[in-house]
């Protein structure tokens, strides 16, 4: 049945572990037909809630990287490569987290549904020549700026998506880029503790997972740094967690499943 799993546990590397266990038990049997590639997957929605991610291990020695590739992939999320093309080529969760590019018109604008025209006029009003003008935001100091000043705040939210490039898969400059897996940051701080959520809409869980949580991480700590309080627990959801079949066999060895 494909519904929400839950795995619960201590560390990055226990939660690993036994999400997949879960995932080889319970997975859906669910078909990739993407043009990049065409694959059969284990995959549920899957929800991981982690009450000390700081506390080792937080990369299981099963796992198919190490502490070393780890902090290098972690330093390049909160910091990017130091290379310009590196840092922009089709996306990187650093120039979507820290160098956002929105459109400071449209922020401002009315809720406008009749027509395009009269989109137009109101993008007048508050740019003469009417068009866009575009700004670059480092959301993660904008956040951590809001929670300084009101640590009450539990409507910090930093976000990769740009709806008019992610969502138009087959449109034009798309036929063969990416759009972002994590879709959202969501840090709360509560009792002087900084928590952090994520939410993903796919998930490689055996390859991609334990680098992923201990980058995410990494922006947990850094903000709570920087906020001068404690980290707290760290729950990442995606809708789509998978395992894909041509790591199948290598996956049941390793668990002895």
């Given at each position: ?154 409507t910090v939210v930093m976000h990769t998506w740009i709806q008019y490039r992610d969502l138009m898969k087959f449109g034009p400059k798309r036929e063969d880029t990416s759009s972002p897996c ?9 009792d002087g503790k900084l928590h952090m959520f994520v939410v993903m809409k796919t998930n490689d869980l055996y390859n991609a997972w334990p680098e992923n949580a201990y980058a995410f991480t ?40």
């Open positions: 049945m494909y519904d929400t799993r839950i795995v619960e546990a201590k560390t990055l590397g226990e939660a690993w572990e036994k999400a997949c266990i879960l995932m080889m038990q319970e997975g859906h049997t669910r078909y990739v037909g993407a043009p990049e590639y065409q694959i059969e997957t284990k995959d549920l929605p899957l929800l991981i809630k982690v009450s000390n991610p700081f506390e080792m291990p937080r990369i299981s020695e099963k796992a198919n990287t190490n502490q070393g590739l780890a902090d290098t992939y972690a330093d390049k999320f909160l910091n990017g490569s130091g290379k310009e093309k590196e840092n922009t080529f089709d996306y990187t969760y650093f120039s979507r987290l820290r160098c956002y590019p929105d459109c400071a018109v449209r922020a401002f604008l009315p809720g406008i549904t009749e027509s395009d025209e009269e989109l137009q006029e109101e993008v007048k009003k508050i740019s003469p020549d009417g068009k866009c003008v575009v700004t670059r935001i480092d959301q993660v100091e904008k956040a951590i700026n809001i929670l300084k000043k009101d640590p009450t705040r539990r994590v879709l959202l940051f969501y840090p709360q701080l509560v990494g922006l947990q700590k850094y903000m709570a740094n920087q906020l001068g309080v404690e980290t707290g627990t760290y729950t990442h959801f995606s809708v789509s967690m998978h395992i894909y079949k041509d790591m199948y066999e290598e996956v049941r060895k390793k668990f002895n499943l």
